[in-house]
């Protein structure tokens, strides 16, 4: 599905945030009064009929693709300018606003403004023909959670002062969490770092009745009068107290199920695996966020968040320690030991291959899905021990199953070892095969940074059996390289020699990982010092009025940055003609930039021409000065 530019711009009326009254509370107040004057009673009734009739011919036509429809605060008019003679709109000429949300999460024929475009054509003519003072606007669910990626909140704003007409659960979600978190911010607005709705709402699988889960981080860094654990607890018992209160408020009757994390108990969830910090980070959406959440749910996004070592290796302890548990208290504990028994393991199995841990639901479908059906390396009836415990499990918890019998838990434990036997050795196949692949990658990774640093050096081609006389020659001898990366250097190659003739082994291994890291530190370093230095002398920088520009001559472009220190940068490109002179100037960008930075090869000198002076003049004035070792 194509993603849009602008989500927002799907809600139609561009006052909309300046309508924002109380008034479908107040009506609705109204509506339950015991007396009413007789023309305010049959106008109620009227719009009650309209607002019924537009809801049923909406859910007949679209189904379950409407999750909510709700009646949106009258627009407030602008104020008259002075002088302005007012004109008040005829009494039968009153726009009803109406907010429809369509969940567009499995479209998977058309495109997200195609699917807009349907759906908004379909409800407005059935609104037109109800009544054409009814306004429809049609916003699509991921657009409302693009919003909160981008922290426009605005949308839910205008959500939680509506009077709901039909909901799924996600209106309500949506009108309780926003009424909540702005409770919390205007009291605790300093510590709170972010304010997530999580769970099945946002996660596709919600009902009318399913708890509404919000996750709150609170700031604990700072923290001085108190301890971490005091700090926490102080807050999490009043931001609980917050929620009943609005839940009170709204007449919502969903458990508003809120979780109070301090940011530095989520970060070491985070490092230690914790497959539920994984799927919040994974499925959250923000209503808040100070830049904390959305950063971490990038990296999770491109791969760069990833489990450690250490928290691997006890994920898959566990299992042998959870069979031993299981035959000392066999009837006690032995469904939830043979439970995570197999379970922890297996997802310990998803992590070493390279996905985060999903749920203890989704565990079984995912590990057929990559090791039976992708990778063929495991067979289909370990999923079926593995599916049958997580199902068994999950009917003791709700209370479809009263207990197990002996049989069934010997059967359970029988299998468990079964199958913890068959993931130890298919946990050592993954991991040889992730030994090698890293082996590889490091070896390239290295060669390609050599390579870099011996073409700043002025050498451009070089072949692999040259490589370490080259690196010995012009950066070890010179004394450009410490010496002891020679070493490190030759333990990579040797390994990838021995992966060759697939002789490799673990010592091998640890032996080209162990100084790997500080010579591909050290290489990067210097390139990027000896790259800087080039760099700043085709520099010109200067003063115009209070002012810093800068000018960069490459080759035949030059940029321009008119004030170095302004939030938002204005870079241009100009080209660089034979006299020096600078051509006529174009909006450029900070990538742009970067990219011909990156492919330029500076000259050991830099010489500047008179028409150089010249051009700049007309840019930064003839008043300009120009700074000297800056």
Same mark, same amino acid.
């Given at each position: 599905m194509a993603k849009k530019d602008k989500p927002s711009k799907s809600v139609a009326h561009p006052k909309e945030l300046k309508a924002v009254t109380t008034a479908p509370q107040e009506m609705e107040a109204a509506a339950n009064l015991p007396k009413l004057p007789p023309e305010l009673e049959k106008k109620l009734k009227a719009l009650k009929e309209k607002l019924d009739s537009f809801k049923e011919k909406i859910i007949a036509k679209f189904g379950d693709y409407i999750v909510g429809i709700t009646l949106l605060p009258p627009e407030k008019p602008a104020p008259p300018k002075e002088g302005e003679k007012v004109e008040e709109k005829p009494k039968d000429d009153q726009k009803i606003q109406v907010l429809v949300v369509v969940d567009d999460t499995d479209s998977k024929k058309m495109s997200k403004d195609e699917l807009h475009q349907k759906f908004s054509t379909i409800i407005a003519k059935i609104a037109e023909d109800i009544d054409k003072n009814l306004v429809p606007q049609s916003v699509l669910l991921t657009d409302i959670w693009q919003n909160c990626y981008d922290a426009k909140y605005e949308l839910n704003k205008l959500i939680s002062l509506g009077a709901p007409i039909h909901d799924t659960g996600m209106l309500a979600a949506i009108k309780i969490a926003e009424i909540h978190k702005t409770m919390v911010l205007k009291k605790f607005e300093k510590y709170i770092l972010s304010y997530v709705l999580a769970g099945s709402l946002t996660q596709g699988r919600a009902t009318a009745t399913s708890d509404?889960?919000?996750?709150?981080?609170?700031?604990?860094?700072?923290?001085?009068?108190?301890?971490?654990?005091?700090?926490?607890?102080?807050?999490?018992?009043?931001?609980?107290?917050?929620?009943?209160?609005?839940?009170?408020?709204?007449?919502?009757?969903?458990?508003?199920?809120?979780?109070?994390?301090?940011?530095?108990?989520?970060?070491?969830?985070?490092?230690?695996?914790?497959?539920?910090?994984?799927?919040?980070?994974?499925?959250?959406?923000?209503?808040?966020?100070?830049?904390?959440?959305?950063?971490?749910?990038?990296?999770?996004?491109?791969g760069r968040i990833k489990p450690s070592r250490e928290a691997i290796e006890l994920f898959m302890s566990t299992g042998e320690q959870s069979i031993s548990r299981v035959k000392l208290r066999l009837k006690d504990m032995g469904m939830e030991d043979t439970y995570y028994a197999i379970l922890t393991p297996s997802q310990a199995a998803l992590m070493l291959y390279g996905i985060p841990p999903p749920t203890p639901r989704e565990t079984p479908d995912v590990m057929e899905e990559i090791f039976v059906k992708k990778e063929k390396i495991l067979e289909p009836e370990y999923i079926k021990i593995l599916r049958n415990n997580v199902d068994i499990r999950k009917k003791i918890e709700h209370g479809d199953k009263k207990e197990l019998t002996g049989k069934e838990l010997d059967e359970l434990i029988e299998n468990a070892e079964k199958y913890l036997k068959r993931i130890n050795e298919l946990f050592k196949e993954i991991e040889g095969r992730h030994d090698e692949r890293n082996i590889?990658? @490091?070896? *390239?990774? !290295?060669?390609?940074? $050599?390579? /870099? %640093?011996?073409?700043? =050096?002025?050498?451009?081609?070089?072949?692999?059996?040259?490589?370490?006389?080259?690196?010995?020659?012009?950066?070890?001898?010179?004394?450009?390289?410490?010496?002891?990366?020679?070493?490190?250097?030759?333990?990579?190659?040797?390994?990838?020699?021995?992966?060759?003739?697939?002789?490799?082994?673990?010592?091998?291994?640890?032996?080209?990982?162990?100084?790997?890291?500080?010579?591909?530190?050290?290489?990067?370093?210097?390139?990027?010092?000896?790259?800087?230095?080039?760099?700043?002398?085709?520099?010109?920088?200067?003063?115009?009025?209070?002012?810093?520009?800068?000018?960069? @001559?490459? *080759?035949? !472009?030059?940029?321009? $940055?008119? /004030? %170095?220190?302004?939030? =938002?940068?204005?870079?241009?490109?100009?080209?660089?003609?034979?006299?020096?002179?600078?051509?006529?100037?174009?909006?450029?960008?900070?990538?742009?930039?970067?990219?011909?930075?990156?492919?330029?090869?500076?000259?050991?000198?830099?010489f500047i021409k008179e028409a150089v002076f010249e051009s700049m003049k007309d840019i930064f004035g003839r008043e300009m000065e120009v700074l000297l070792s800056y």
């Open positions: 509404i889960d919000v996750w709150i981080v609170i700031d604990d860094t700072d923290v001085k009068k108190m301890s971490r654990a005091e700090l926490k607890d102080k807050l999490r018992a009043i931001i609980i107290g917050m929620g009943i209160e609005a839940g009170e408020m709204t007449g919502i009757k969903n458990k508003l199920n809120i979780q109070v994390y301090i940011l530095t108990d989520f970060w070491e969830s985070l490092k230690e695996a914790n497959p539920i910090i994984f799927t919040l980070l994974r499925d959250g959406v923000p209503f808040y966020d100070r830049g904390i959440f959305m950063p971490w749910k990038q990296l999770l996004r491109m590889l990658l @490091l070896y *390239d990774e !290295i060669m390609t940074i $050599i390579r /870099d %640093v011996l073409k700043l =050096e002025g050498i451009e081609k070089v072949q692999d059996e040259e490589i370490i006389k080259l690196f010995e020659g012009e950066l070890i001898t010179t004394g450009k390289v410490p010496a002891r990366y020679l070493r490190d250097l030759n333990e990579i190659i040797e390994a990838k020699r021995k992966h060759d003739q697939k002789k490799l082994s673990k010592a091998d291994i640890e032996n080209a990982h162990k100084g790997s890291s500080g010579l591909i530190k050290f290489l990067v370093e210097y390139m990027q010092r000896k790259r800087g230095r080039e760099l700043e002398r085709a520099k010109i920088r200067v003063k115009h009025g209070s002012k810093f520009g800068e000018v960069i @001559l490459l *080759d035949k !472009i030059a940029f321009v $940055i008119p /004030d %170095v220190d302004a939030k =938002e940068q204005l870079i241009e490109k100009a080209k660089l003609n034979p006299d020096g002179s600078l051509g006529t100037r174009e909006k450029s960008s900070l990538e742009e930039l970067e990219k011909e930075l990156a492919a330029a090869k500076f000259p050991a000198r830099t």
